[in-house]
């Protein structure tokens, strides 16, 4: 550690600029603070299809064996394969967790992505001495971690789990759309498209479709679709039900969904997409 002016001690700082980085965990091994695993997910905006969330431990010093490695959203779904089976050759150790559409409406998509990302963590086999998160922090995780702006870009164990999570999705939501053909999920892979949003007025929400979500709650309504399971609606989504209510009593408590104890679910920090 360095000290300031007046004698204070302050923790080492790692300063990243350009492609992906190994000098952070590097800093962290190189302390004794490793293995250092790095965390993301995939789909956290999408209003289809699960969320999923993976984290990686890379071995030290192999950046020469993994030269195409960056945030998966900057790579082509072809470069994406490729890094995929090379990360799953080549970590120390991984994990990848998959969450339906059911468990995010139960608890709400920023719940669901913080309890995906300690159970990725979790699912390691080797226990991490320090966890890297792409750009928030995690409570709750059983070593020392820190968030890290756009870790996805700037360090290489986040990069790769977002790799993993990324492909892993798009596999599952490639599958869907062979379930489910009329809502071009093997385009759009669930996000909020122009074309996605044109197949939910026309056809209404699928099973696997977030109900949570408001542009399917909206959906759903017109279509006089109820959910399949518990929905913890999103704060914006019981707004727009509130807009639809009438003054008839057995309607006071019907917001987009007629659901016991609306309150209940009501979700504050909910995403709207």
């Keep these: 550690m360095s000290a300031g002016p007046v004698g204070v001690l302050r923790p080492p700082r ?26 993301d997910e995939a789909g956290r905006g999408a209003c289809a299809g699960p969320l ?7 071995r030290p010093g192999d950046g020469a064996r993994l030269t195409e490695l960056t945030d998966s959203k900057l ?4 470069a994406r394969e490729r890094v995929y089976e090379r990360v799953v050759h080549r970590a120390l150790d991984y994990s990848i967790v998959v969450i339906s559409p059911a468990e995010v409406d139960a608890l709400g998509i920023h719940v669901t992505n913080i309890e995906g990302m300690r159970r990725a963590i979790a699912g390691l086999d080797t226990a ?18 820190v968030p890290v702006i756009k870790g996805d870009r700037a360090v290489a164990c986040v990069a790769a ?12 939501m490639a599958g869907l759309h062979e379930e489910h053909p009329v809502y071009g ?20 929400p699928s099973a696997v479709h977030r109900w949570s979500y408001t542009n399917v709650a909206v959906a759903g309504r017109a279509h006089g679709i109820r959910p399949p399971h518990k929905v913890m609606l999103t704060a914006a989504a019981l707004q727009a039900g509130a807009r ?13 969904f007629d659901l016991p104890d609306t309150d209940e679910f009501a979700e504050v920090s909910g995403v709207e997409v």
Excluded: M
């Excluded at 790579?75 to 072809?78: A, D, G, R, V, W």
């Excluded at 789990?161 to 599952?172: P, Q």
């Design 244 to 256: 639809r209510r009438t003054t008839a009593d057995e309607e006071l408590n019907q917001y987009l």
């Design 75 to 78: 790579l082509t779904p072809l």
């Design 128 to 145: 991490p001495g320090y966890v890297l998160i792409d750009g928030f922090r995690v409570p709750g995780l059983p070593a020392p971690s």
């Design 185 to 204: 999920f093997d385009v759009h892979k669930g996000y909020t498209t122009a074309e996605h949003g044109e197949a939910l007025t026309t056809h209404g």
């Design 52 to 58: 999923v969330v993976a984290a990686c431990i890379l």
């Design 14 to 39: 790692a300063v990243i600029r350009g492609e992906t980085s190994w000098a952070l965990q590097s800093a962290l091994d190189r302390r004794g603070l490793g293995p250092v695993a790095g965390v």
């Design 161 to 172: 789990a977002s790799v993993l999570a990324k492909v892993t999705r798009d596999r599952i």
